[in-house]
């Protein structure tokens, strides 16, 4: 056992992972952290050879949090049976049903709440937190237009994930909180049940919405399979999302230089500009991943590396440890966009569980950071008020205030 991991808090993890992080890397392969109760993988080419290999590495085990609140769905088990959950979930989450059904609709999205901030303005100058009032509704609206539920219903939908959110992160087996996230599950299991009920199914097309694609003729899966992953896409898509365009805005905004240069992009037209902000994006989920940890459990005795694991094992791949592999990424440390192996990061997974919101989490951020530039080109950030990344798990920053004059 090395005395780096004994000592990882996951306090220290939430305000700043990354030399934790680095030190862990130069321990070795694999890092036993008993105050956590698993093992700990922080390199590149490690992670990538524990989300290679299902069979040896799984996600389908009884001590799967998640797999306890939601039931059987894609992100639970492996396989075939896996291929079967995702693929019939598929057709509203590819890239380009994104860019072309779904990016459209973010745009208006995103101009409408920037329009809202304006004209609650008084005096000529807009106040806004865009954490609070931008990334968290543009995650939780996108989510329902793309699932097919009503605007008014997500109060509801978010109040449920918060309480399942604290319900997944109770390691501490809290018998109160556990009860709480079965009760939220079941609650939001019986409403979606309720939508589903009353759904047409898709048009030939394929680009309606999750619960149409779901309700149609010849489904793969049983009631049960498609109201758990109607759950899980349902929750991971919020607050990551919101994150990952927290992230993004904060790197952008408080980088030095980053901001001027991406403005000044403009002036060699929109696909430039456009190219600008998608490296800024990809960067940020590089340097600072809204999604910090996988977990994996050990079917057998396995090796990683040089370090024996038993069988029935917790395995923590942690993205931020391998995104700041130097061995992969040069001045890993550094935060510059443009790098030509960028999208090598793990920050949406890697293997058969790869996100399935990847490309529309993406086309959200896009329109978050675009639609802001070109209404409020004169932004600047009120450091003094705003917060940054923060969180061991999900990392995204408290509060980002802006002023601006309009
Ligand atoms: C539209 C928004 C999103 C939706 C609907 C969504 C949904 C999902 C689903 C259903 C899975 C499970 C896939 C499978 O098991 O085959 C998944 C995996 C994953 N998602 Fe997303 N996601 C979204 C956004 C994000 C964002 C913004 C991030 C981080 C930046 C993220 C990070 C991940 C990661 C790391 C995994 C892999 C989990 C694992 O291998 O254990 N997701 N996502």
């Known amino acids: 056992m090395s005395a780096v991991a004994a000592a990882l808090r996951l306090e220290d993890l939430a305000v700043d992972p990354y030399p934790h992080l680095a030190e862990l890397r130069s321990r070795g392969a694999a890092v036993w952290a008993p105050n956590l109760g698993m093992w700990v993988v922080a390199g590149y080419d490690d992670a990538v050879s524990v989300l290679r290999d299902p069979a040896r590495f799984t996600n389908d085990s009884p001590k799967s949090l998640i797999q306890a609140t ?67 509704p543009i995650a939780l609206e996108t989510m329902g237009i793309v699932v097919g539920l009503p605007s008014e219903d997500l109060a509801r939908v978010r109040a449920w994930y918060e309480v399942l959110a604290r319900s997944l992160a109770n390691f501490e087996g809290d018998a109160d909180v556990h009860r709480a996230g079965q009760e939220a599950a079941a609650a939001m299991r019986e409403y979606l049940a309720e939508r589903l009920d009353g759904q047409r199914p898709a048009g030939e097309t394929g680009h309606g919405t999750l619960l149409e694609v779901l309700s149609g003729p010849g489904g793969t899966l049983a009631r049960s399979e498609v109201l758990a992953n109607l759950l899980i896409v349902l929750f991971g898509g919020i607050e990551t999302t919101e ?36 490296d800024v994006m990809e960067e940020s989920l590089r340097y600072d991943p809204a999604v910090q940890t996988l977990t994996r459990h050990t079917t057998s005795a396995v090796r990683i590396g040089g370090t024996e694991i038993a069988a029935g094992q917790t395995v923590q791949c942690m993205i931020g440890g391998a995104n700041r592999d130097p061995a992969v990424f040069e001045r890993s440390d550094r935060f510059e966009p443009g790098r030509a192996n960028v999208r090598k990061h793990l920050a949406f997974g890697l293997g058969n569980h790869f996100c399935l919101g990847a490309q529309l989490a993406r086309a959200e951020t896009r329109s978050a950071l675009r639609a802001l530039l070109e209404r409020w080109p004169r932004v600047e950030l009120d450091r003094a008020s705003s917060s940054p990344p923060y969180g061991h798990e999900f990392r995204k920053p408290g509060r980002l205030v802006l002023r601006q004059k309009v």
């Not at 979930?89 to 999205?109: E, I, M």
């Not at 980088?255 to 403005?263: I, K, Q, R, S």
């Open 243 to 278: 994150s990952m365009i927290g992230n993004a805005l904060h790197y952008l905004l408080s980088e030095p230089g980053l901001l001027t240069a991406t403005l000044d992009s403009r002036n060699q037209g929109e696909a430039a500009f456009l190219a600008a902000i998608e």
């Open 70 to 136: 939601f039931g059987r769905q894609m992100l639970s088990v492996e396989g075939e049976e896996q291929k079967r959950h995702k693929q019939a979930c598929l057709a509203p989450f590819t890239g380009k049903a994104s860019r072309d059904v779904w990016q459209p609709r973010v745009d208006r999205l995103c101009g409408e709440l920037l329009e809202a901030r304006e004209k609650a303005t008084e005096g000529g100058t807009v106040e806004v937190d865009l954490m609070a009032d931008y990334a968290a």
